[in-house]
């Protein structure tokens, strides 16, 4: 079975700095997707960004970027100028695509983001 | 265009009673699926379907039954609700299976069992 670790529980930033979350995952598979979602106080989840396992180029969506190293099995977000806006929890997950719709995202625990002012 | 919406967003339950948490979505998505949040983890997946008509377990299915009737619904039924069951619960759906398909999740519902 596959897993997600975040190993960051909490982690904080100033506005307009830069800052790197954790992921780690397991799996034997070759074929994947991985996505970082962001969970801001109101609990809506809300896709952040995504990678193909099989691009070895790194997704980038404006300030958000990965590091995709599919050898070391890891997949680091990092968000650039950060923003108030930003604070929230990050979730780190994991899909292997299957035939018939049985997809499923195994999340990591999550790291909560403050960005203080 | 609403996406997915969920009602209740809050309910309190007592040990033993029963509820039915409600997931609509407008998109037109064909699959469907709930999921689990524990405090301080990530979301755990309940049960999903690919169609209408078509539903089948996830990781932690027991204490839940679902049902898919038409392609906008997909309702989570609570029987004899446990202080396990104790959580937020999530809805999402997507057009099509694979991960280059974005789950849209829905607002949650925070309940309580006591």
């Known amino acids: 079975a596959q897993t997600v670790t975040q190993s960051q529980p909490e982690m904080s930033v100033q506005e307009a700095e830069t800052v790197t979350l954790s992921c780690t995952y397991d799996?034997?598979?070759?074929?994947?997707?991985l996505f970082w979602y962001k969970q801001p106080p109101s609990r809506q989840m809300i896709l952040v960004i995504r990678?193909?396992?099989?691009?070895?180029q790194n997704a980038t969506e404006n300030r958000f970027s990965v590091n995709f190293q599919k050898a070391a099995k890891s997949f680091s977000l990092k968000i650039s100028d950060s923003q108030l806006g930003d604070t929230a929890m990050y979730f780190c997950a994991f899909m292997k695509p299957t035939q018939g719709g049985s997809e499923k995202l195994v999340f990591g625990k999550g790291t909560k983001l403050t960005v203080n002012p | 265009n609403a996406g997915v919406t969920q009602t209740p967003k809050f309910r309190i339950l007592k040990i033993g009673q029963s509820m039915t948490l409600q997931c609509t979505q407008d998109?037109?998505?064909?699959?469907m699926y709930w999921y689990r949040q524990d405090p301080g983890m990530g979301l755990k997946l309940i049960y999903y379907s690919v169609g209408a008509g078509i539903t089948d377990k996830g990781e932690v299915p027991n204490g839940y039954n679902v049902s898919r009737s038409t392609t906008e619904d997909f309702p989570l039924r609570l029987e004899l609700a446990a202080p396990s069951q104790t959580s937020v619960y999530f809805c999402?759906?997507?057009?099509?299976?694979?991960?280059?398909?974005?789950?849209?999740f829905g607002p949650g519902t925070r309940l309580t069992v006591t």
């Open positions: 999402a759906s997507s057009y099509s299976s694979g991960g280059a398909y974005e789950q849209y």
């Open positions: 799996t034997s598979e070759n074929n994947y997707y």
């Open positions: 998109m037109n998505h064909n699959y």
């Open positions: 990678q193909e396992a099989y691009k070895q």
